[in-house]
């Protein structure tokens, strides 16, 4: 695990990656989510069209079936929140939930050296940075898959992604995060005598 300022970075290519994942996720969660929020809205962002931005669609395709009341999925293969549908799902969230705690999670694209990496960290997610697109910081917590190399033709190499990488992303994130709503929702239970 590396640790860069307010984030943390895994490798998911490591044997131990979603225990890695999973402590830096319950790490931040529990740090940011504060009783000043109320719902947990999970944001997955990109599209099913190209290999390299269906992380966030893959990983909402996999917690949508989570139970829990107070946690709401965004972001599925059936329904994906991308850039023209962004602003929208936002202003929905706003409305439909009551203090929304958010985690967004997106693909991006990065050096060659950090492909194969998955960051947790504080604050917004910057969705559509890596294309040059102009859309609305999202998220009081964020994840983000590094997918492929930036700097050149970033939409061809977003289509030239290997879908093995991306569903070894979704599959960590997902377990992940899943793992750590349960442990959350089983401590609240607990702590009010349910």
């Not at 931005?53 to 991308?82: A, F, M, N, Q, W």
Request: hydrophobic content about 40%; some cysteine; overall charge positive.
């Amino acid at each position: 695990m590396e640790r860069l300022r307010d984030e943390i970075s895994i490798n998911v290519h490591q044997s131990n990656a979603l225990i890695l994942f999973s402590r830096g996720f319950d790490k931040f969660f529990r740090q940011h989510y504060t009783n000043e929020f109320n719902d947990i809205v999970i944001l997955c962002i990109g599209t099913d069209r190209s290999t390299g931005d269906c992380l966030g669609p893959l990983v909402g395709h996999k917690l949508k079936l989570i139970p829990y009341k107070k946690i709401s999925i965004y972001g599925t293969l059936d329904e994906p929140v991308h850039a023209k549908n962004l602003c929208e799902v936002i202003e929905k969230i706003e409305r439909s939930h009551l203090k929304p705690f958010i985690i967004a999670i997106d693909a991006c694209l990065g050096k060659p050296e950090r492909v194969g990496m998955i960051s947790i960290g504080k604050g917004a997610l910057r969705p559509g940075a890596g294309v040059n697109k102009s859309l609305p910081p999202i998220g009081h917590i964020h994840i983000a898959g590094i997918v492929n190399i930036s700097g050149f033709m970033e939409y061809l190499i977003l289509q030239n992604t290997r879908l093995n990488l991306v569903m070894r992303m979704a599959d960590i994130i997902s377990s992940g995060i899943h793992f750590n709503i349960w442990k959350y929702v089983k401590d609240a239970d607990d702590l009010s005598g349910q």
